[in-house]
């Protein structure tokens, strides 16, 4: 409940903010946008938040990656290594290795706070594939990607590819024997392509592997190529998402037309910097408390030399798993052959990103759902599209497993053929199993309305007219009377929104933190009403 | 080399007929072979000395009491091997028996088992009777030949216990010493391809494991590369001296405890275990970070 000392609170807020805009307005002209901007409505839901995680881990990455940038030397040259005591990596003096490698053992050992910027870079590349990865879930199984937020599904999955790259080239750059190995295997498989495989690995190599020119260009694409394509993308996905508003969960006084939750300014800024302040804290207790790819230990990268237990960083993991998993087949058409590597490197990533692409018309069809959408789906109240993204989950952490085989069979005392014939099932067994549990837990959970994860926090206590009193929270099998006892009940509990209200004592959703704003999308509007001009 | 004579043994115990038709290119063989051996004997720096091994009657004797209450059921009587698939020990040398015995690889619980490492059956003394008894092998045979029953030892030249130089710590170390540097060249040139570059092991086919390399010690090490425990190859004196046996071994031991900057070296393991720490810890923590943020109003 808003007290007097809070309202007074808030009216001295806004006179400050009113002579800052005025300041900005003499010189500017420009205090209508940022009033506007600053009252922009962010939604109240914790998911919401996971995409910010990515975008200040890029954060981290950019300041992170400057300062290594001042110190890495992109140079495939050959040197010999001279550490100096208490200088450097004792254990490898003498040793021939390239320069872009000594470099970075540089960076690890002589240049002050080298390691932890280096080990905080890799983490917060880490941490980015892994919120990327949950953001996209979430975006998924809610249904956000449907009109009119489908271009910026596609312009996410350009960012994802984009970050997969980016963690890729970065993680070829120190030249010591993991990122050789990595890189030997990308060279096959660009070889492997048919007709231009050869050209096209010569082209980017400069020359047979090794080479010494791959080093310098991955630099150039490491440091200028991504970051500003992943710049420009993301510049677009977000103006996007200002431009047609966020999404939100269906509840209470939410409708197709407004959105609820907290203004940017001063409410949302404080939880963004709050989670701003957290990734710093995180990255860098990571990088300071946990080794990342120790390069000593790997030492400089020799073509004629491996180590067992080579792999990519995870988010790759699936598409090393894909090759180590295609059967040794052999296709030849017209006297030619397609290499083997080609199925797997090439063909396999190809089909499962042309389908995420093309998801939203594929979704469109299934549910021959042409309109426009600003309220989520709860993932239950589509179980075939949440059986889909089960199974894709299973699919991808069934290939990533497959990165591992060599660790997973050393642990569990399994041989590899055993390991890499269940897997080989697996592919296609584990995302109809894990699917079907998906689409049966849906329609569970339709008919119980409980929250599969939470328990109910609170509740709402109705005090009926002729005075009894009784809990709408559980309320079980009581769920055709929603409608009667008004909607904002079945989704308190269904996404637990109300519930941090109740705790923190705030108030009712209308409570003076809360703001109400009209969608101005004329598409919304019109869509619900008219049949799309797309559809059949 | 020992791998040209391990041929050139089982060339020569083929069938008869075989045995004929290769006698000419077996007799060619036999001389490259003398001369390659002249070569590389004279050619290479002084070979490590061998670490000395009991000839002691009463140890040989005790030997054998322990060999036939823990041994023989699979070795066989005099270490002629058995028909269960154990190997022969004539030829096996005192680096195999000490290797076998100090790592806990024997006495074996089952035949089919890959033998992998345990906690050692015997004591010291124990260990060095049975040593001086399997080192005996070769002459007892010789004074009362048996059949030969068992396949024959993974490096049949008899191996002694090689003993293991120092490193060089710097300007007054003692002459042949070796570096670490050398060690991770020729470690990641010979080893790391099974037993990963940091040393934390990996996977052969057929469900062979490839061990740790955290426990074993500097001589067990340089035993291990001489003998070559099945399904590891022998590193004979032709593919790495002396020198570079000791300066493998220096560092797998350095590896035991390396350079951990950068905290805990979680790394060891490569990037499937970096992901793991990455999404549960990192991500985890921002994931609750935002939860507890996210849905205040
Ligand atoms: C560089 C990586 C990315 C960053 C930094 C990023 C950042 C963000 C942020 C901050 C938001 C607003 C908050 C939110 O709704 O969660 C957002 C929304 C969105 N993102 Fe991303 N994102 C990235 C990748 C992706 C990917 C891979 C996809 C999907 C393929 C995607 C699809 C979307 C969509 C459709 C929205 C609008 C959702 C809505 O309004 O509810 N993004 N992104």
Not at chain 1, 144 to 164: C, D, K, Q, Y
Not at chain 1, 322 to 336: A, D, K, N
Not at chain 2, 263 to 291: K, N
């Amino acid at each position: 409940m808003s007290t007097t000392e809070e309202r007074l609170a808030a009216e001295k807020r806004m006179k400050y903010e009113r002579v800052g805009l005025d300041a900005v307005d003499d010189r500017l002209g420009s205090s209508g946008f940022i009033q506007k901007a600053l009252d922009k409505i962010f939604p109240d839901h914790w998911s919401f938040m996971v995409g910010e995680i990515a975008m200040y881990c890029f954060v981290v990455l950019l300041i992170t990656g400057v300062y290594l940038a001042l110190y890495y030397v992109p140079s495939a040259a050959d040197v010999v290594y001279h550490p100096t005591p208490g200088h450097g990596y004792m254990p490898l003096a003498g040793q021939h290795m390239s320069e872009a490698y000594q470099s970075v053992l540089n960076i690890s050992f002589n240049v002050r706070a080298g390691l932890v910027m280096r080990q905080m870079h890799h983490w917060a590349a880490v941490v980015f594939m892994a919120a990327i990865a949950f953001h996209l879930c979430r975006i998924f199984f809610t249904g956000a990607f449907r009109r009119p937020r489908e271009t910026n599904w596609v312009i996410g999955l350009l960012l994802l590819l984009s970050v997969m790259l980016e963690g890729f080239s970065g993680y070829s750059l120190p030249d010591d024997l993991l990122s050789g190995t990595g890189l030997r295997v990308v060279f096959s498989i660009v070889e492997s392509i048919p007709f231009i495989g050869t050209w096209l690995a010569f082209d980017l190599w400069g020359s047979q592997f090794p080479g010494s020119s791959l080093i310098p260009r991955l630099f150039v694409v490491h440091e200028f190529l991504f970051p500003l394509a992943i710049i420009g993308l993301l510049t677009a996905h977000l103006m996007l998402i200002w431009r047609q508003k966020h999404t939100d969960f269906p509840g209470p006084g939410k409708t197709e037309t407004n959105i609820r939750g907290s203004r940017l300014w001063p409410q949302y800024a404080i939880k963004s910097g709050a989670l701003l302040m957290i990734i710093f804290g995180v990255l860098g207790a990571l990088g300071g408390l946990f080794q990342i790819n120790a390069i000593w230990l790997y030492g400089p990268y020799n073509p004629y030399t491996v180590s067992a237990g080579a792999q990519p960083d995870w988010y790759v993991g699936w598409l090393d798993g894909s090759v180590r998993l295609w059967p040794h087949w052999e296709f030849r058409s017209f006297g030619h052959e397609i290499a083997n590597p080609f199925f797997p490197g090439v063909l396999v990533p190809g089909i499962v990103f042309t389908i995420m692409f093309a998801w939203p018309q594929i979704d469109r069809l299934i549910y021959k759902d042409h309109v426009a959408h600003n309220l989520l789906d709860r993932p239950r109240d589509k179980p075939f599209r949440t059986a889909v993204g089960v199974g894709a989950l299973a699919f991808f952490t069934d290939l990533t497993f497959a990165s591992g085989t060599d660790l997973l069979g050393n642990d569990l005392h399994m041989p590899f053929e055993r390991l890499i014939e269940i897997l080989q099932y697996g592919v296609f067994v584990a995302p109809l199993v894990a699917g079907a549990i998906a689409y049966k837990t849906c329609q569970a959970l339709q008919r119980t309305d409980a929250h599969p994860i939470m328990k109910p926090v609170g509740g709402i206590l109705i005090r009926t007219a002729d005075g009894a009193y009784h809990t709408l929270g559980d309320e079980h099998g009581a769920h055709g009377d929603h409608d009667g006892h008004g909607h904002a009940v079945d989704d308190h509990d269904g996404n637990g929104h109300a519930a941090a209200h109740d705790d923190d004592g705030n108030g009712s959703a209308d409570g003076n933190g809360h703001a109400a704003e009209e969608v101005d999308e004329p598409a919304a509007g019109a869509a619900i009403s008219g049949p799309d001009p797309s559809g059949s | 080399m020992t791998r040209t004579l391990k041929l050139l043994r089982r060339v020569l115990r083929g069938p008869a007929s075989r045995r004929r038709i290769l006698a000419g290119p077996a007799a060619v063989m036999a001389l490259g072979v003398a001369a390659f051996a002249f070569m590389a004997v004279t050619g290479t720096a002084a070979q490590g000395a061998n670490a000395p091994v009991s000839t002691n009657a009463s140890d040989i004797a005790a030997g054998e009491q322990l060999f036939a209450a823990h041994c023989q059921s699979c070795h066989g009587v005099n270490g002629v091997g058995g028909t269960n698939g154990s190997p022969e020990l004539i030829d096996a040398g005192a680096a195999a028996a000490d290797f076998y015995i100090t790592t806990g690889r024997m006495p074996l619980n089952a035949t089919n088992n890959q033998a992998l490492r345990h906690h050692s059956y015997f004591n010291a003394t124990q260990t060095r009777d049975l040593v001086a008894y399997i080192a005996d092998l070769p002459a007892i045979n010789s004074a009362h030949p048996l059949p030969r029953v068992g396949e024959e030892a993974f490096n049949p030249t008899s191996p002694g216990i090689p003993t293991v130089a120092p490193l060089c710590t710097g300007p007054g170390t003692p002459s042949g010493c070796v570096t670490l540097s050398d060690g991770q060249r020729y470690y990641s040139l010979n080893c790391a391809q099974c037993h990963q570059a940091a040393g934390a092991g990996g996977m052969l086919s057929k469900g062979d494991i490839v061990p740790s390399l955290h426990n074993a010690s500097l001589t067990q090490v340089a035993e291990a590369m001489r003998v070559g425990p099945s399904p590891m190859p022998v590193f004979g004196t032709g593919q790495l001296s002396a020198k570079q046996v000791s300066a493998i071994a220096q560092y797998v031991q350095y590896l035991h405890n390396p350079n951990n900057r950068g905290g805990l070296g979680i790394s060891h393991f490569g990037p499937i275990a970096e992901g793991f720490v990455g999404i549960v810890i990192g991500f985890g923590v921002l994931m609750l970070a935002s939860r507890l943020i996210g849905n205040r109003g």
